[in-house]
């Protein structure tokens, strides 16, 4: 029999000052070799998991921990964090707080110079890495100056060049257009064949599902649901809760009676716009022009999925249009006033904005005080911060978090905790950059429904996820290479093959099954939707 590479028993944890385990009774056995899934909401134990593995609980994060584990055919409990780290590789959630050296190759260098492996050996190492990742025209790039998903590959590279004999991998996707998940995925796969044994916690279950997981590690609140093959999985997970294949979903939904789809919010393109931006062109260096060109507008009514691939420009044109970066030339507007001649505090009561990443935006003490931050400095009374505070925690799903601080938060909670904030001020523009990056399926359905239903004149969203596009916009803003290739319906940008991939963009199934239904439905539903009917024709 071969020897597992680990080996899990009752396994429960309790974080200090917390009385309820983070993880309770969890037992399972990883054969070498083998790529487990390890999929449940956000708060469901999974991170917790994954520091017990890697050794951060108990060495880092103090608490109560209960049962047995062992790696590779050792007990880790007395080996040093220096030891185990050569045994598992981890790629945390959030890439920046993996991401030390300056440049792209003294960062993923890093790990193998504290092992001392020769030069050449290391740079071998490295090149091939940045290879696969495809990631090798990075290799002299400071890395404070990378794209999101720029960074979530480099941290990956930095984890996989030590060649662990085991590999966490902490929502490894999240910040990776299409085409880079497919190149992740792939080297993945690469990796298991070779003999890894990988274990990857993703709320993109069904891009893991295309690379063929051995396994399926299921928790829910704290306990293990489920542990085994990718078919008992697909028969326990609830359809409006785990993101599965839209096949499956569709069939799923058919045997239940589902939570309906919000309706369809309807675009005003005669009204005066809100935001316009004509023919403006910008770089951060001379030699770097990030935008070229671009002329558009925001109108009433609008919900935008901004699409395209890593380093397109997306997130540096949302910056100009809530005044974070003025154009080298034409103009942006925003309620007729050029940004130039108006604050960003000014902008914040027409545009707001959520980040990223949500610890650039977090910083009170309690949720509570985080959400109401924003409406007080607008000069909101105490009785509507308080009405807009709660409205936002109920939508976000944090109300038993409000007096929690917003750092002590899960990755996943503070993506939550940054709308939030920006939820309760009210503002007329709601612009959200990857607002599902690192969600679970069912939270972000929920938030993402009941934002489209708020009174925001126009909300501008930019994703990686076209489900998130499919289910939601009425526009689609499609950017390359710093201008922007296609603006129109969904129904219409979506179904040309050649400029998705063109642009880095892969069809999802949720895609493949609506362009299927298109002929007969004239337009793009949402998979309650397409539940609903009994055959193509109707």
């Given at each position: 029999?071969?020897?597992?590479?680990?080996?899990?028993?009752?396994?429960?944890?309790?974080?200090?000052?917390?009385?309820?385990?983070?993880?309770?009774?969890?037992?399972?056995?990883?054969?070498?070799?083998?790529?487990?899934?390890?999929?449940?909401?956000?708060?469901?134990?999974?991170?917790?998991?994954?520091?017990?593995?890697?050794?951060?609980?108990?060495?880092?994060?103090?608490?109560?921990?209960?049962?047995?584990?062992?790696?590779?055919?050792?007990?880790?409990?007395?080996?040093?964090?220096?030891?185990?780290?050569?045994?598992?590789?981890?790629?945390?959630?959030?890439?920046?707080?993996?991401?030390?050296?300056?440049?792209?190759?003294?960062?993923?260098?890093?790990?193998?110079?504290?092992?001392?492996?020769?030069?050449?050996?290391?740079?071998?190492?490295?090149?091939?890495?940045?290879?696969?990742?495809?990631?090798?025209?990075?290799?002299?790039?400071?890395?404070?100056?990378?794209?999101?998903?720029?960074?979530?590959?480099?941290?990956?590279?930095?984890?996989?060049?030590?060649?662990?004999?085991?590999?966490?991998?902490?929502?490894?996707?999240?910040?990776?257009?299409?085409?880079?998940?497919?190149?992740?995925?792939?080297?993945?796969?690469?990796?298991?064949?070779?003999?890894?044994?990988?274990?990857?916690?993703?709320?993109?279950?069904?891009?893991?599902?295309?690379?063929?997981?051995?396994?399926?590690?299921?928790?829910?609140?704290?306990?293990?649901?489920?542990?085994?093959?990718?078919?008992?999985?697909?028969?326990?997970?609830?359809?409006?809760?785990?993101?599965?294949?839209?096949?499956?979903?569709?069939?799923?939904?058919?045997?239940?009676?589902?939570?309906?789809?919000?309706?369809?919010?309807?675009?005003?393109?005669?009204?005066?716009?809100?935001?316009?931006?004509?023919?403006?062109?910008?770089?951060?260096?001379?030699?770097?022009?990030?935008?070229?060109?671009?002329?558009?507008?925001?109108?009433?009514?609008?919900?935008?999925?901004?699409?395209?691939?890593?380093?397109?420009?997306?997130?540096?044109?949302?910056?100009?249009?809530?005044?974070?970066?003025?154009?080298?030339?034409?103009?942006?507007?925003?309620?007729?006033?050029?940004?130039?001649?108006?604050?960003?505090?000014?902008?914040?009561?027409?545009?707001?904005?959520?980040f990223q990443n949500p610890r650039h935006m977090l910083f009170a003490p309690t949720v509570w005080e985080e959400f109401a931050f924003g409406p007080r400095n607008l000069g909101f009374d105490e009785e509507r911060v308080q009405a807009n505070v709660e409205r936002s925690l109920r939508v976000v799903d944090l109300t038993d978090y409000a007096q929690v601080s917003p750092l002590a938060l899960s990755f996943g909670q503070q993506?939550?905790?940054?709308?939030?904030?920006?939820?309760?001020?009210?503002?007329?523009?709601?612009?959200?950059?990857?607002?599902?990056?690192?969600?679970?399926?069912?939270?972000?359905?929920?938030?993402?429904?009941?934002?489209?239903?708020?009174?925001?004149?126009?909300?501008?969203?930019?994703?990686?996820?076209?489900?998130?596009?499919?289910?939601?916009?009425?526009?689609?803003?499609?950017?390359?290479?710093?201008?922007?290739?296609?603006?129109?319906?969904?129904?219409?940008?979506?179904?040309?093959?050649?400029?998705?991939?063109?642009?880095?963009?892969?069809?999802?199934?949720?895609?493949?099954?609506?362009?299927?239904?298109?002929?007969?439905?004239?337009?793009?539903?949402?998979?309650?939707?397409?539940?609903?009917?009994?055959?193509?024709?109707?």
């Amino acid at each position: 029999m071969t020897e597992a590479a680990l080996e899990v028993h009752d396994l429960t944890f309790t974080y200090r000052n917390r009385s309820e385990p983070a993880l309770r009774d969890v037992s399972f056995q990883v054969a070498r070799g083998e790529l487990v899934l390890v999929a449940g909401a956000s708060g469901s134990g999974k991170t917790t998991l994954l520091r017990i593995l890697n050794g951060l609980i108990p060495h880092s994060y103090r608490g109560t921990l209960q049962g047995s584990l062992r790696i590779l055919g050792h007990d880790p409990t007395d080996v040093s964090l220096a030891q185990r780290s050569q045994w598992v590789g981890t790629v945390l959630q959030d890439p920046e707080r993996q991401i030390i050296g300056a440049y792209v190759l003294n960062d993923v260098a890093f790990g193998l110079e504290n092992l001392a492996v020769p030069r050449p050996e290391m740079l071998r190492r490295i090149a091939g890495v940045l290879d696969a990742l495809d990631i090798a025209h990075l290799r002299d790039r400071e890395t404070y100056a990378l794209s999101g998903g720029e960074k979530q590959k480099v941290a990956v590279a930095g984890s996989l060049v030590m060649e662990p004999e085991v590999l966490l991998l902490d929502e490894p996707l999240a910040n990776l257009d299409p085409a880079g998940v497919d190149e992740a995925l792939a080297l993945i796969r690469r990796l298991v064949d070779a003999g890894k044994t990988v274990l990857i916690i993703e709320h993109r279950v069904e891009d893991v599902l295309r690379i063929a997981p051995d396994k399926v590690l299921f928790l829910e609140a704290g306990e293990q649901r489920y542990f085994g093959p990718v078919e008992g999985f697909l028969r326990v997970a609830h359809p409006q809760e785990v993101k599965l294949p839209a096949e499956v979903a569709v069939q799923r939904l058919q045997e239940m009676e589902p939570r309906p789809a919000p309706p369809r919010r309807q675009r005003q393109p005669d009204a005066e716009p809100l935001i316009t931006v004509e023919d403006i062109a910008f770089g951060y260096t001379e030699e770097r022009p990030v935008l070229r060109g671009v002329s558009t507008a925001v109108y009433p009514g609008d919900v935008i999925a901004l699409l395209g691939p890593n380093g397109a420009g997306k997130t540096t044109l949302v910056r100009h249009l809530i005044g974070l970066e003025k154009p080298w030339q034409g103009r942006v507007a925003v309620r007729g006033t050029d940004t130039r001649d108006a604050s960003v505090a000014q902008m914040a009561h027409t545009v707001g904005f959520v980040f990223q990443n949500p610890r650039h935006m977090l910083f009170a003490p309690t949720v509570w005080e985080e959400f109401a931050f924003g409406p007080r400095n607008l000069g909101f009374d105490e009785e509507r911060v308080q009405a807009n505070v709660e409205r936002s925690l109920r939508v976000v799903d944090l109300t038993d978090y409000a007096q929690v601080s917003p750092l002590a938060l899960s990755f996943g909670q503070q993506r939550r905790a940054a709308i939030g904030a920006v939820l309760s001020m009210e503002t007329q523009v709601l612009v959200l950059d990857e607002p599902t990056a690192g969600q679970d399926y069912r939270h972000y359905i929920g938030f993402m429904d009941a934002i489209v239903q708020m009174p925001f004149a126009a909300i501008l969203f930019i994703t990686h996820d076209l489900d998130l596009a499919v289910r939601y916009a009425n526009r689609v803003w499609l950017m390359y290479q710093g201008q922007l290739v296609a603006d129109g319906p969904p129904e219409e940008v979506l179904v040309d093959e050649d400029l998705l991939r063109q642009c880095r963009l892969r069809p999802t199934s949720l895609l493949r099954l609506n362009r299927a239904r298109l002929p007969y439905t004239g337009r793009f539903l949402s998979l309650e939707e397409l539940a609903s009917q009994k055959s193509l024709s109707e």
